[in-house]
Each structure stands twice: as structure tokens, then as C-alpha cells.
């Protein structure tokens, strides 16, 4: 199951065309970023009106969402100002407020 998640993971962000998350390109609450075809949207979700933000990706033109895949399920975020980088080594990082500058 591992296996295949990551399999999911990698064919869905492979798919995600001419925007990036980089060091100095985070993604915020509020943006998402769309898979060349439009079939698939990463970004920040709430369900349930409530604070807590996950990290997730979803069917981009399905109503009610559907979720496919989520990164912090065990851990929300509950800031605003959270957002998603990716490390220059490759790593998938969520911070929970601002980024700061080093």
C-alpha cells in the first residue's frame, strides 16, 4: 500500500505543469497549483469550516471535493500564513506561520 501511495504521490506531482514550489517560491494558504490536464489541484483545504488547513490534493472540478491524497492529516495547520516549500534537497517542508528569511 506504501508503495502504491508513493507511486500516486509521484504520478500526480509529475503531472502538475508550469507552476513550482521552490525555496523562494513557498505555496500559501489560498493558492493551488493545477495539473496540466485540470483534473487534479494541490494546495490548502478546510473542511468542515473550520481552522485547521491540510496540505492535500483533490479532484479540481468535483462537487463535494474529493481527496486524494493528504500530506499532514495527523497534524493541521492553524495559521494563515502556513506554506509549503520544497527544501533545495528535495524535501517537502509545511511551515505553520511565516517563512523567515536566512
Same mark, same amino acid.
Given at each position: ?8 504521490? %509521484? ?26 490536464? =485540470? /483534473?487534479?489541484?494541490?494546495? %490548502? ?14 479532484? =479540481? ?13 495527523? *497534524?493541521? /495547520? ?19 506561520? =511565516?517563512? *523567515?528569511?536566512?
Amino acid at each position: 500500500m506504501t508503495r502504491f501511495a508513493c507511486f500516486l504521490l %509521484f504520478t500526480l506531482l509529475l503531472s502538475f505543469s508550469y507552476a513550482a514550489i521552490t525555496p523562494t517560491s513557498p505555496l500559501s494558504v489560498g493558492q493551488t497549483l493545477s495539473s496540466s490536464n =485540470k /483534473v487534479y489541484e494541490l494546495g %490548502f483545504f478546510s473542511p468542515n469550516n473550520t481552522q485547521d488547513q491540510y496540505v492535500g490534493i483533490w479532484f =479540481k472540478d468535483t462537487i463535494p471535493r474529493v481527496v486524494v491524497w493528504v500530506a499532514n492529516r495527523e *497534524k493541521p /495547520v492553524t495559521e494563515s500564513t502556513a506554506n509549503l516549500v520544497i527544501s533545495s534537497n528535495g524535501s517537502l517542508l509545511l511551515f505553520n506561520g =511565516k517563512l *523567515k528569511n536566512t
